[in-house]
């Protein structure tokens, strides 16, 4: 990526690593077919048996666990369109590969930190009868915002429930981990860490029973359809793999985030920026700013002709801004009909001089010193 830009967006796509690249050109030049019986289906089929053992050792579930799929979006429409028909309630706050997937889905609320409303939640179980479906995201994509899955899915199981937990941002930020997390089914997705576009996972425990999305050929234990994408799953394992062994930026990205952060919060007077989530547990990587009254459209473009990727949080599909549910969720009335939020994502290859670029575009945009 060209260094006279400063990508800042990382929770949109992280860059690609060159180990994943040079890993997928070597078995893209292949002819391979896993359900092949030759000599090069046997390895196909190898290869990503050994992909699929390396991304279970590093989620700690079993490599039959795991469905590879063609993304996030692909894995939470798997998750909660295969189970049956069971009452469902997502958080508000969740990925619109979430909230889209059932139309008679309960909203359970967040408190202005972000975090999810137990007690709404409890409530919730005690209403419905069991088995019912519960989503609820590890780590909130426009706030970084951690919720407490562990301690969610106690309670869900105590409803006789089944959690489901949507990963994708998470996953190559914190550690990840089936069996502490306890959850019953988990999304990954590889381009949020550095892998292709176009290559996820579904992690179901217990072999739970499920009507796949895509049927014919009977690939993934008949559980998703279609030959499988070998480059995209060996870029995925080699970029977990890679997640797994280098861990040091996370604990960088974080000092950079909390003093571009204290530097908002003592410069912006009477601006009155709000850091959304800030009272939460968050991803080391992610500040989400709100600058009241300043549209995040104006925002996004005042950054870009400073040469600076940043985003709003949210954005359709269409390319443009849409206002967030997820400052809605938490600010409530307060939260203003257009979105004045600026998000920052950093990653793997950022550096403390992209920040202090931020910070100084930040100060000229509202006239501060740096
Ligand atoms: N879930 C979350 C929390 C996300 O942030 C995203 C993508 O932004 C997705 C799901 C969808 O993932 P994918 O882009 O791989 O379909």
Request: hydrophobic share 45%; charged share 20%; aromatic share 6%.
């Amino acid at each position: 990526m060209s260094k006279d830009r400063i990508y800042l967006d990382y929770n949109a796509t992280a860059p690609m690593l060159e180990c994943v690249r040079d890993a997928m050109v070597e078995v893209m030049m292949m002819p391979h077919n896993p359900s092949s019986v030759h000599r090069e289906g046997r390895a196909a089929k190898s290869l990503i048996e050994r992909c699929r053992k390396d991304v279970a050792q590093h989620l700690s579930c079993f490599p039959h666990e795991i469905i590879f799929t063609s993304g996030g979006t692909e894995a939470n429409n798997l998750a909660l369109c295969s189970v049956g028909n069971m009452p469902f309630a997502v958080a508000v706050t969740e990925h619109s590969s979430v909230r889209a997937v059932r139309s008679d889905a309960y909203f359970i609320p967040v408190l202005p930190s972000g975090l999810l409303d137990m007690q709404a939640l409890e409530a919730w179980l005690m209403r419905v009868p069991a088995p019912m479906l519960v989503a609820v995201m590890l780590a909130n994509n426009e706030t970084g915002v951690i919720q407490p899955i562990a301690e969610i899915a106690k309670l869900v199981h105590t409803y006789g429930g089944l959690l489901h937990c949507d990963a994708v941002q998470a996953c190559g930020k914190i550690p990840v981990d089936m069996g502490l997390l306890g959850a019953d089914m988990l999304s990954i997705s590889g381009h949020k860490m550095g892998a292709s576009q176009g290559i996820g996972a579904l992690i179901v425990r217990h072999e739970y029973p499920m009507t796949p999305l895509i049927v014919g050929g009977g690939q993934e234990l008949g559980r998703r359809g279609g030959t499988e994408a070998v480059p995209l799953i060996v870029g995925f394992a080699t970029a977990i793999n890679w997640m797994q062994r280098t861990t040091e930026w996370r604990e960088k990205v974080r000092v950079w985030r909390d003093a571009w952060e204290q530097h908002i919060m003592m410069h912006s007077g009477s601006d009155a920026s709000i850091i959304l989530g800030y009272d939460a547990p968050r991803l080391p990587n992610t500040s989400c700013v709100r600058m009241k009254g300043r549209s995040s459209e104006v925002q996004l473009m005042t950054y870009d002709l400073a040469s600076i990727a940043v985003s709003a949080g949210s954005a359709c599909s269409s390319g443009r801004i849409a206002p967030s549910h997820v400052v809605a969720a938490m600010l409530g009335s307060d939260a203003g009909s257009e979105n004045d939020i600026v998000r920052i994502s950093m990653g793997w290859n950022s550096t403390e001089a992209d920040m202090h670029i931020m910070r100084d575009a930040w100060c000229a945009a509202y006239d501060k010193t740096t």
